[in-house]
């Protein structure tokens, strides 16, 4: 049987209930401004009911306050992860394309190539005319060096850029890993406070909004569930196990977090690479960390895509199987292996932007090299007949010989006969390698066809104004010791004398027609005796202002054309799907905060219903009083 004071304990719980209830709307509106915060509700329920020893059996005893909870969808979360990695990986790309359009930059505010290079051949057209004019070949060699310059200097800004991209890299890992740490210690946190019975909320929000930020850097896979108990497997304990992983690896293990690790390069990876690039592992087991793999998006996957972005051209080709496909060789004193590689997928110098001295990757591992020689023979069939084309003309097979900095054992051999090799990863993105590439690539055929021109043959070679034969004009200067590289030898390694070693950081012209303008051909050999105003050779240098053999099928004064084409489209698309996707996760966001956030109108309804009910409750506390009153004081006998 019930007391007497029943009511009032019914009424007392009320009360409390209707409290509670208006104190969380008052933390609700209280931060409705916080960022991260998530709605909270207190859950009421009807208190389990008291049996009596009346007809009825069983009276309510009233309300209970059983929680105060946060409001949180776990399915938008998710989809806001997942959309949140993809803006992020377009802002950097976005932002990084925008820059490189600066470097390139041509209009009435900055000389940029289109009139530098006009003016140059407009120089070489008035030295034509006045060849034995020292003050013409001195204003055509003056523009030559503008261009030179002007190359020089794009080429330093982008390798300028490509190591602010790096520093940014660095700096994100580190904000990666200050994060995963962060979430660690919340997870202790908040498994402290609810094994105990409670419900840490306000941590929930602010490891949630960590998980927020750090899914604009790397995609993310969370996954939380309860800890059980192995000898009661449906025993409550309160616990949650609570997993980040990237890419399937775990980042963040309930109280445990693994770091990422940064290492600069040992070796770069494409010709004109800034030193100490940075590559990352995880720091734990030295796992290789693949930003780039088609599984990853976020921030750090567009910061590498424009480092290290090389359009799917990076090199690569299958290590031979024959008898010559290891060798030996003593470096130094030190005996090492040769390795041969066939199928590569360069064949032409004017692409060729591997490092001289690099890594070669096989099989997952990594061989460095201190040297490579490029070969091209004459291909043959099994009866050693040349082998022609569909238009009867020679063709040839090519192949690399790497020279690897040590001894490989028979087993390794093995192991890499008839494997894939590469040098660097496949990278589908038009980054600072690229553009760089696309640069040397434009300079070493324009060069080599001007300073071809410029020597005219064995049996009419170009002379310059005092009949001597002419040498190399445009060179590759050794930014070391200050040497030039004149491309007087066919073969084709990290340090022969090549156009290989001819890129837009090193391109000149020859010290010799600085100090010394007469050390300019305008005519072969065969107009010679004829005077100074034959000027044949400048005429054939003059046309290649309009060649479209030069260059991607443009003419070569429409290179930058053709680059600003390629940052255009790169860079609409970034725009476009960086606007795309923050669409999406607006939308997404609107639907997870009509869950979670705090909507200033609705909190007002509620402190409404509840100051309504809390007051009824008061009204029943004072009615039973006056009840108790008359029943006590004024009932006697």
Known sequence: MPSTFFGLHIAGS???????????IANNISNVQTAGYSRQIANIQAAQGLRVSTKYGTMGAGVVTTSITQLRDTYYD????QNQSKTGMYDRRLYYMDQIESVYRDDDATTGFATIFSKMFNSLDSLKNNAGDANFRNQFISDAMNLTNYFNSIATQMQNLQKDINDEIKSTVDMVNATAQKIALLNKQINSIEINGGYANELRDQRALLVDELSTIIPVEVEEYPVSNSNYPDMYTGGTNYKIKVNGQLLVDTYDYHELKYTARENKINQTDAEGLFDITWAETGMSFNPTA????????????MRDGNNKTNFNGKIGTGDDAFGTATVDGKTVTTVTLVDPSVTDIKNLNIAQEGTLTVRGNNYNYSNFEMKKEIATDGTGAPILDEDGNQT????YTFTLERELSTIEKGNMAGKDARIGLSIDAMGVPYYMAQMNEFIRVFSKTFNDLQRGTADNPGLDLEG?????????????????????????????NSYYQLTALDFAVSSESVRNPSRISTQSKENFTAGQDRYDIAEAIIALENDTSLYRGSKASDFLRCILSDITVDTNEAKLFKENYENIGYTIDTQRQSISGVDEDEEGLEMIKFY???NLASKMISTMAQMYDKLINETGV
């Open 468 to 496: 001597n034969e002419m040498g190399t004009f445009f060179v590759a200067k050794n930014l070391t010791d200050g040497t030039e590289y004149d491309f007087t030898e066919d073969t084709v390694s990290s340090y022969s």
């Open 78 to 81: 998710t989809k806001y992860w």
């Open 294 to 305: 088609l599984a990853m998006s976020g921030r750090l996957k567009g910061l590498f895509e």
């Open 396 to 399: 040839y097979t090519y192949s």
């Open 612 to 614: 309504n009910a809390y």
């Open 14 to 24: 009320g009360l409390f209930a209707f409290q509670a209830a208006n104190n969380t």
